[in-house]
């Protein structure tokens, strides 16, 4: 009887162990320096997918930070398209997440996709924000207003205002081909996201 | 009560060694101090074995490259002053690879903040590091050496009797090649 339960105590522990050593830790790059607002751990998801793979996707128009206004249509037939949701500007992993991207244009290029970038900062914000990741090849959008409604749309509008940590990937029919609602305190790994674009491919 | 307290001794016991790796150190390390324990794949790539001067496969510390002083840069593909450094930080390399006298005496090598192998990769590839590069996908690396905001710098002087500590480490504002060449060989003594 002891023995058993030392064997469930032993048990209980790694489980407990396995979410202690979970990696919440984030680099922050020193271009932002003291101006990233510590978040927290948030709840990984606070919201309920409205799309689902196979389904075509919800047309938006929304402003971008400099230039004409941008819709998903516009893409259609042309090129694959990714959206990526970030949270909110000015945070922890949102801040290190598009200067990846920014670098990785070529294999963005080499599955014929365009990345638009979406927060619902307004455009100030995302201006005064994206300035600091550099000269940024792709749009970034501002889902400000009405607040969060294409975030809402694609039903990952979070429910204190702010957007998932979310990647779809579409095609050039403007089907939806992969949807990764991340965990928001959480980069999606790069490669990932590449994955799918190869996918599109085959 | 006595089997309570013994349940609970185990269960402590357990928990922080398993827990361990996952514990951040609350500060960099310091100068004077030795690194932390860093454990880091022996590359597959023979050229930069070679570089390292280690053979075989499975782990290294930092410590037993076959050199004087280790240059260590924390960066990530994901940071903008990273990506900003990385042809100055190219060009330490090259500054040392073809001056005889420090070649084998200086060498630099790069880890990727919560960046998995391809991610490190593609920065690789974007910048033509020449430099060893290793992923710290899970930020084991970056909590042990306190959670630095990135680019970060350390520089490791190697004793002969293998002992080693930190004789530098800066957070950002790099100064460009020859500067940081020059800083390093000061501090470590090689000049």
């Not at chain 1, 909110?88 to 920014?102: E, F, I, L």
């Not at chain 2, 951040?24 to 597959?44: D, F, H, M, T, Y």
């Not at chain 2, 084998?104 to 910048?127: D, M, P, Q």
């Not at chain 2, 940081?180 to 060989?185: A, P």
Request: charged share 20%.
């Amino acid at each position: 009887m002891q023995k058993k339960r030392l064997a469930n105590l032993i048990l209980i522990t790694v489980v407990l162990s396995l979410f202690v050593s979970i990696p919440t830790s984030f680099a922050i790059s020193d271009a932002y320096k003291g101006n990233i607002y510590q978040v927290g751990t948030l709840k990984p998801i606070d919201s309920k997918l409205k799309v689902k793979i196979g389904d075509p996707a919800p047309n938006f128009i929304l402003p971008p930070i400099s230039g004409e206004k941008v819709s998903l249509s516009q893409f259609r037939g042309k090129k694959n398209v990714v959206l990526s949701f970030v949270p909110a500007a000015w945070t922890p992993v949102c801040s290190d997440q598009w200067p990846g991207y920014n670098i990785a244009k070529d294999i963005f290029n080499q599955y014929d996709a365009i990345l638009l970038g979406i927060t619902v900062d307004n455009i100030p914000t995302l201006f005064a924000w994206t300035n600091q990741m550099g000269q940024l090849w792709f749009p970034v959008l501002s889902d400000f207003w009405p607040h969060g409604a294409v975030a809402k749309r694609y039903g990952v509008l979070r429910s204190n205002g702010v957007s998932e940590r979310a990647l779809f990937v579409m095609d050039k029919k403007g089907i939806i081909r992969y949807i990764d609602v991340h965990d928001i305190n959480k980069r999606p790994p790069l490669e990932d996201l590449m994955g799918a674009l190869e996918k599109l491919g085959k | 009560m006595k089997q309570i307290l013994f349940y609970l001794t185990i269960m402590i016991l357990l928990l922080s060694t398993l827990a361990f790796p996952a514990l951040a150190a609350n500060k960099p390390p310091q100068k004077g101090e030795a690194l932390p324990v860093i454990s880091l794949p022996i590359p597959k790539n023979s050229d930069e074995r070679n570089y390292l001067g280690l053979s075989g496969s499975g782990l290294f510390k930092i410590p037993q490259v076959k050199t004087k002083v280790v240059i260590v840069e924390i960066f990530s593909m994901y940071c903008p002053y990273c990506q900003k450094d990385a042809p100055g930080v190219n060009e330490l390399y090259r500054l040392i690879e073809n001056n005889p006298d420090i070649k084998n005496k200086i060498k630099l090598i790069g880890i990727g903040a919560g960046n998995s192998f391809y991610e490190v990769e593609v920065y690789k590839k974007t910048y033509a590091v020449p430099f060893p590069l290793f992923p710290d996908k899970d930020f084991t690396i970056h909590k042990a050496c306190g959670e630095v905001r990135t680019p970060y710098f350390m520089v490791i002087k190697i004793n002969e009797d293998g002992t080693h500590q930190i004789v530098h480490n800066q957070l950002g504002n790099y100064p460009g090649a020859e500067p940081f060449l020059e800083l390093v060989l000061k501090a470590s003594g090689l000049k």
